[in-house]
């Protein structure tokens, strides 16, 4: 069963980026699209965008576009969504999520929480 | 772009009650639609997809149905651990854009 470890809890000022790595294990990293998912304190789940970690093939949700790059590193089969020129509207915790066969949202990193703030 | 409604936001049922939740899709997705339970300070579980089949491990009393563009999870008898908020999702995957609905949280009575 794939597992997937982010990593922690950053704090950044206004106008500054934030890189957020996501690592698979125990399954073929390869096999399935990845999807990066927030959710801002209180607040619904909004989808940010999905990368194909084979090929590195990305699109990103409409609201996103210009200010966030998602890569994959196969070698280590390890996920990174940089998001620039922070806000405070974008602190929220920061999920990496593998589909499944059919392209539900199977398994869930632990999140990460982003503060952004002055 | 596909706008995702549920209904209703909160629903207050008693423990071993039914619960019946709604959502509603803009235009047709087919059957690709997802339930997901969410407690907090998790992340979300994935519960349903395909609008009716159950992913692994989750409890025979969740079941989910669809009509056209309207798709309902049913809990048959909620157990204390199914008070959550619970989002639907479509996966149309072209064009590829994945829109969740607001959710509804589900509380004690």
């Given at each position: 069963?794939?597992?997937?470890?982010?990593?922690?809890?950053?704090?950044?000022?206004?106008?500054?980026?934030?890189?957020?790595?996501?690592?698979?294990?125990?399954?073929?990293?390869?096999?399935?699209?990845?999807?990066?998912?927030?959710?801002?304190?209180?607040?619904?789940?909004?989808?940010?965008?999905?990368?194909?970690?084979?090929?590195?093939?990305?699109?990103?949700?409409?609201?996103?576009?210009?200010?966030?790059?998602?890569?994959?590193?196969?070698?280590?089969?390890?996920?990174?969504?940089?998001?620039?020129?922070?806000?405070?509207?974008?602190?929220a915790v920061y999920y990496?999520?593998?589909?499944?066969?059919?392209?539900?949202?199977?398994?869930?990193?632990?999140?990460t929480m982003v503060t952004?703030?002055? | 772009?596909?706008?995702?409604?549920?209904?209703?936001?909160?629903?207050?049922?008693?423990?071993?009650?039914?619960?019946?939740?709604?959502c509603r899709a803009s235009?047709?997705?087919?059957?690709?639609?997802?339930?997901?339970?969410?407690?907090?300070?998790?992340?979300?579980?994935?519960?349903?997809?395909?609008?009716?089949?159950?992913?692994?491990?989750?409890?025979?009393?969740?079941?989910?149905?669809?009509?056209?563009?309207?798709?309902?999870?049913?809990?048959?008898?909620?157990?204390?651990?199914?008070?959550?908020?619970?989002?639907?999702?479509?996966?149309?995957?072209?064009?590829?854009?994945?829109?969740?609905?607001?959710?509804?949280?589900?509380?004690?009575?």
């Amino acid at each position: 069963q794939v597992q997937l470890v982010q990593s922690g809890a950053e704090v950044k000022k206004p106008g500054a980026s934030v890189k957020i790595s996501c690592k698979a294990s125990g399954d073929s990293f390869t096999t399935y699209f990845m999807h990066w998912v927030r959710q801002a304190p209180g607040q619904g789940l909004e989808w940010m965008g999905v990368i194909n970690p084979s090929g590195g093939s990305t699109t990103y949700a409409q609201s996103f576009q210009g200010g966030l790059t998602m890569t994959s590193d196969m070698s280590t089969s390890t996920l990174y969504m940089e998001l620039r020129s922070l806000r405070s509207e974008d602190t929220a915790v920061y999920y990496c999520v593998r589909v499944n066969v059919r392209g539900a949202f199977e398994i869930w990193g632990q999140g990460t929480m982003v503060t952004v703030s002055s | 772009e596909i706008v995702m409604t549920q209904s209703p936001a909160t629903l207050s049922v008693s423990p071993g009650e039914r619960a019946t939740l709604s959502c509603r899709a803009s235009e047709s997705i087919s059957s690709n639609l997802a339930w997901y339970q969410q407690k907090p300070g998790q992340a979300p579980r994935l519960l349903i997809y395909d609008a009716s089949t159950r992913a692994t491990g989750v409890p025979a009393r969740f079941s989910g149905s669809r009509s056209g563009t309207e798709f309902t999870l049913t809990i048959s008898s909620l157990q204390s651990e199914d008070f959550a908020v619970y989002y639907c999702q479509q996966y149309k995957n072209w064009p590829p854009i994945f829109t969740f609905g607001p959710g509804t949280k589900v509380d004690i009575k």
